[in-house]
């Protein structure tokens, strides 16, 4: 079947510490994402790429980084400079860039501080 | 900035009952909508979308309505069951490929 695999499911940072959040997909989609979902709140966009050896900062990129070095992986790693990462990370994917369509979401990788 | 917001941040029904949960958004250039479905520790599901040139949009138990002239989007359930709680969000597309998302709508179906 075809998806959005995160990984892992649950992470623990401590102080100081980079961590990286795994998401890969097999839809062969152009375009990919990433979330951060707090309590009550909707879906606030960090990075996104929009093609392989692309990226762009969303809404909340401060203290976080990303790659695509491949069409199927966008890993995100939050540094220890984002002050506030305790938060659910969803990433998603989409089949292009071009003009509005859905995007695919992954279970979600649910970081707390130690 | 551009906004997308629901109008109940919860909703309870009777199992049977229809729900209808609303959304509201502010740019009027807007010309895609859609419904995820969101069950606890996971990922939102696609549920149903709409494109700015129809009003309504059918699925298997869910109806879409769109209304351009006052920047609302609504879905509704028929006959709700269990399975449908969760949290519900609308998220609005504008020509590129970034979505907004409003803030979600927690359904709770009681038995």
């Known amino acids: 079947d075809g998806g959005i695999t995160q990984s892992p499911k649950y992470l623990f940072r401590k102080e100081g510490q980079n961590v990286t959040l795994s998401c890969e997909q097999n839809?062969?989609?152009?375009?990919m994402y990433w979330y951060r979902q707090d309590p009550g709140q909707g879906l606030r966009l960090i990075y996104y790429?929009?093609?392989?050896?692309?990226?762009q900062k969303g809404d909340i990129a401060e203290g976080y980084s990303v790659s695509r070095e491949k069409k199927e992986s966008f890993p995100l790693t939050v540094t220890s400079a984002q002050k506030n990462p305790t938060a659910f990370y969803l990433c998603?994917?989409?089949?292009?860039?071009?003009?509005?369509?859905?995007?695919?979401f992954g279970d979600g990788t649910r970081l707390s501080i130690l | 900035g551009e906004s997308v917001g629901l109008h109940l941040p919860t909703l309870s029904v009777q199992e049977g009952d229809n729900s209808i949960i609303n959304c509201a958004y502010s740019?009027?250039?807007?010309?895609?909508f859609i419904w995820y479905k969101q069950e606890s520790g996971k990922g939102p599901q696609f549920i149903i979308d709409?494109?700015?040139?129809?009003d309504k949009r059918q699925g298997q138990r869910v109806t879409v309505l769109l209304n351009k002239t006052v920047k609302h989007l609504s879905l509704q359930i028929a006959a709700t069951q269990p399975g449908d709680s969760a949290v519900y969000f609308c998220?609005?597309?504008?020509?590129?490929?970034?979505?907004?998302f409003g803030q979600g709508t927690e359904l709770s179906v009681k038995p």
């Open positions: 709409i494109r700015s040139n129809m």
């Open positions: 790429s929009q093609i392989v050896n692309d990226f």
């Open positions: 998220a609005v597309g504008n020509q590129g490929g970034k979505l907004i």
């Open positions: 839809l062969n989609h152009d375009a």
């Open positions: 998603a994917s989409s089949i292009d860039w071009h003009g509005s369509k859905s995007q695919h």
């Open positions: 740019n009027s250039a807007s010309d895609y």
